[in-house]
């Protein structure tokens, strides 16, 4: 039998935090450039200043995110080659050499009857490698009629020159590498319409189940104290919540001397690579809850984010499940191949693989009363099993989050601020 071939990949990867309003696209642009300049600058003063191999920006990243109706969000969407947003991602693109994937509006068409939520990915040369639809959609995209996905979740190949190394290999040849790659923007990552099971886990499993090896999400999501649509419907059966907590959102804002759509101009860059994200349990009385301390991340949403990707993490009940046999049944219903990270075959599929998330959400307030919760981050999942010598226990609730080592946190940008965060990231895959 062949010998599996196993390559260490290594990677500079860049995320982009924005504040975009409706209605500014010049401006956003606009400040995106000079945001990207003054990371150029940062980056050239490096002595290490290779330029990045992937750029991600947010979920609508330009335009801004709160459309109220098909006719608001009409003269913000066009076909994807003809997109302002899609031209820009081009000339970064261009700029850096480098992959750049962007969210944006699309029309399918010139005359727009089926719209999406897009993101695209441009080459280092400017060329479409991939569109990738939203799948999963958020309560605001039934405002404007958006399409969900009719392929529903993708991956696609994306090839880094020279970006790999033979494990093993004492000529440390460089080598070209292709990933596996999806896309997941935003409400992918939550359940279904939030009616599915939470513990369908449906982005993530489908990762799992396809050996992806690069996963990119761009995001607009918000900040555990914004108003949602939950809000206004309990409202309307009179909760009274709202008044509450709008004035809550704007104390903070003011005790932090920022008008409801600030926080934006004054960037937050981050290239150093010793600046790791500290661990915190969901639990732990650290936590801040709060939207203050703009320029540090919201930990509340990393560790659910990081719930959302149970799938990838390492958990010790999984061996009692194989042990006791406590999942035939579900197996043998199962459309897909795993149940919570959990297949027929492995107590844990993911075992001994690698996975990177590159985790771009946009910042800031919209409409006053929609807060986004930034803290975009770089993650590796490390498929580490060395955990497993601990006693088989049936409940290990307690490190379903930032905490859990199979996965680490190379940083995040804060919650409130706009910025770019790069990060070197190296990795195994096999093939
Ligand atoms: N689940 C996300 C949130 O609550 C969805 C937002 C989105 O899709 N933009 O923020």
Same mark, same amino acid.
């Given at each position: ?25 010049? !401006? ?21 200043? &290779? ?38 991602? *081009? ?26 939520? /897009?993101?695209?990915?441009?080459? #280092? ?7 990738? &639809? ?9 405002? @404007?009629?958006?399409? !969900?996905?009719?392929?529903?979740? *993708? ?49 993530? %499993? ?14 607009? @999501?918000?900040?555990?104290? /914004? ?40 960037? *937050? ?48 009940? &999984?061996?009692? @499940? ?9 197996? %043998? ?14 107590? @844990? ?25 930034? %803290? %975009? ?27 859990? #080592? ?26």
């Amino acid at each position: 039998m062949k010998a599996a071939n196993k390559f260490l990949v290594d990677l500079r990867v860049a995320l982009v935090q924005l504040n975009p309003q409706i209605g500014r696209v010049h !401006e956003t642009t606009a400040r995106a450039r000079s945001l990207l300049n003054q990371y150029k600058a940062a980056l050239d003063n490096k002595k290490d200043n &290779r330029p990045p191999d992937l750029i991600v920006f947010p979920e609508f990243a330009l335009t801004g995110y709160n459309f109220t109706s098909r006719e608001h969000i009409l003269p913000y969407t066009s076909k994807t080659e003809q997109s302002d947003s899609f031209k820009f991602a *081009q000339d970064v693109a261009k700029q850096f050499h480098c992959y750049t994937v962007i969210g944006y509006p699309e029309s399918e068409t010139e005359t727009k009857e089926t719209l999406y939520n /897009s993101a695209v990915v441009v080459s #280092p040369t400017g060329e479409m490698v991939f569109n990738y &639809r939203k799948s999963f959609l958020y309560f605001t995209e039934d405002n @404007w009629g958006c399409k !969900e996905n009719p392929r529903q979740f *993708q991956n696609f190949p994306l090839t880094f020159k020279k970006r790999a190394t033979r494990i093993g290999d004492k000529s440390d040849e460089r080598h070209d590498i292709t990933l596996k790659t999806s896309i997941g923007i935003c409400m992918d990552l939550s359940p279904y319409k939030f009616e599915a099971p939470f513990n369908d886990f449906e982005f993530s %499993s489908y990762n799992v189940d396809n050996n992806i090896e690069l996963i990119i999400c761009p995001m607009a @999501w918000l900040h555990s104290t /914004s108003i949602t649509k939950q809000d206004t419907d309990m409202d309307e059966k009179g909760s009274n919540e709202i008044p509450k907590k709008l004035a809550t959102i704007a104390q903070n804002l003011q005790n932090q001397n920022l008008p409801l759509t600030g926080s934006e101009g004054d960037f *937050q860059i981050d290239l150093d690579q010793a600046n790791i994200t500290t661990r915190l349990s969901k639990s732990s009385p650290d936590i801040n809850h709060e939207y203050t301390e703009l320029s540090k991340p919201d930990m509340t949403n990393v560790n659910y984010w990081m719930l959302r990707f149970l799938p990838f993490l390492h958990l010790n009940v &999984r061996y009692y @499940w194989w042990q006791e046999k406590v999942l035939t049944d579900v197996f %043998s219903e199962l459309k897909r191949k795993t149940y919570m990270g959990a297949s027929s075959t492995k107590a @844990w599929e993911f075992s001994g693989k690698n996975a990177v998330l590159l985790l771009a959400n946009r910042c800031g307030v919209e409409d006053g009363n929609t807060l986004f919760a930034g %803290s %975009s981050g770089i993650y590796k999942f490390n498929g580490n099993e060395d955990f497993s010598g601990e006693e088989l226990q049936k409940d290990d609730n307690s490190r379903l989050d930032s905490t859990n #080592p199979s996965v680490e946190l190379y940083g995040n940008l804060g919650k409130g601020k706009e910025g770019i965060i790069m990060r070197d990231i190296t990795f195994e895959v096999e093939r």
